[in-house]
């Protein structure tokens, strides 16, 4: 690794793969011998239209998603999502169920009230979302638009590690966990990401929605804000987040060369060293339920808790950046996404065991 950079265990915008950058770095001031930036080319150009269709027929070939599904790449992130969800597809009269596990899924809860009905099919907040709610505890409509949660709870560290099968169309906010691993995009009407967490950098929100579920859009709608201008505008309605979409692409190629199989086994690995070591020790501890621990966002705290500044001020000594929890919450909490090294999580567990040494 290039000596001035450090381990960023941000939870977003995080860590880029480096061999990204460098790519992004070499073809920066010309992109291939267009004799202009990707910063710099029309968006409605053949150059850009290649890279927009490459990003596209990777991420469907990794996540093997076919013709029955819309692959859009908007703006506003998956907060604008919160809202846009409800405005296409909660209609006048109808309910949306939702599932709350934790702070994002609640947040998407808030939005959708300011819009139409919802139904809170099951609240994890007994556990303190610790652990997700049991399936057959979940109060589901008759008859509801769509059924919403979130696969990863970014802030509580709480992950899905199977999805339900429902009856009314599933979303997902995926944000902190799209292509960290498998998942069967046919389970879902519609998912959706912002890209700074695991797909590149912000500005760009991916969202991939079944077709039948896209042309029950309402129509109604301010042009803008309806999916359907953006699926059949192929997300050139405007202006699209240019070079965060080409970055995204090389994202996915730097997936497809190691291979995804080759990228999730060392995602289990990462978490697995971190968790094993925080579950030894008595000095940091992860409350989360086990089988529900995210892969992604490993939240910790030390026992004798007057010694997180002393923690965060020595592991920026050390190289091991944004390791502070969320505001909200505090404690520290470790984001070990998909461009998170394998050695990153060893030298945080070797910080962490030094740290202990000296202190406990
Ligand atoms: C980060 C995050 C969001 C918010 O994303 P923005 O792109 O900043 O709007 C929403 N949901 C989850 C699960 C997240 O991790």
Redesign the pocket.
């Given at each position: 690794m290039n000596y001035q950079r450090k381990y960023n265990f941000s939870?977003?915008p995080s860590q880029l793969p480096e061999e990204v950058l460098v790519s992004v770095q070499s073809e920066l001031l010309n992109y291939q011998g267009s004799g202009s930036s990707v910063m710099e080319l029309s968006h409605r150009g053949a150059e850009f239209q290649s890279i927009i269709k490459q990003t596209e027929s990777l991420l469907r070939e990794l996540l093997t998603i076919d013709d029955n599904y819309q692959v859009l790449f908007l703006q506003?992130?998956?907060?604008?999502q919160?809202t846009n969800i409800p405005l296409n597809f909660l209609k006048p009269g109808q309910i949306a169920d939702y599932l709350v596990t934790g702070q994002?899924?609640k947040?998407?809860v808030e939005e959708a009230k300011r819009i139409g009905q919802v139904n809170v099919v099951a609240d994890g907040k007994a556990s303190n979302y610790l652990s997700l709610p049991e399936l057959d505890s979940w109060k589901l409509s008759d008859q509801s638009c769509y059924l919403h949660l979130?696969?990863?709870?970014?802030?509580g560290g709480l992950q899905f590690k199977s999805f339900p099968n429902s009856k009314s169309p599933l979303i997902a906010?995926?944000?902190?966990d799209i292509l960290s691993r498998r998942f069967d995009i046919n389970q879902f009407a519609m998912v959706y990401a912002?890209?700074?967490?695991n797909l590149g950098p912000?500005g760009v929100?991916l969202v991939i929605v079944r077709k039948d579920l896209l042309a029950t859009a309402n129509v109604e709608l301010p042009v803008y804000l309806n999916y359907q201008t953006h699926a059949e505008a192929d997300s050139c309605y405007n202006t699209p987040p240019c070079f965060s979409i080409y970055v995204m692409g090389e994202v996915l190629k730097w997936i497809k060369e190691q291979s995804f199989d080759h990228l999730i086994a060392n995602n289990q690995k990462k978490a697995n060293l971190l968790y094993d070591f925080i579950d030894q020790s008595s000095f940091y501890s992860n409350p989360v339920q086990k089988e529900f621990r995210s892969e992604m966002n490993v939240p910790f705290l030390i026992a004798d808790n007057s010694l997180e500044n002393k923690f965060l001020y020595l592991a920026k000594e050390n190289g091991l950046l944004n390791l502070q929890g969320h505001r909200s919450v505090g404690g520290m909490r470790a984001s070990i996404y998909n461009a998170m090294p394998y050695a990153g999580v060893e030298a945080l567990v070797n910080f962490m065991k030094n740290f202990e040494k000296e202190c406990a």
């Open positions: 939870p977003g506003g992130g998956a907060s604008a919160f994002w899924s947040k998407a979130a696969s990863n709870e970014t802030i906010d995926m944000s902190s912002g890209a700074q967490k912000a929100t």
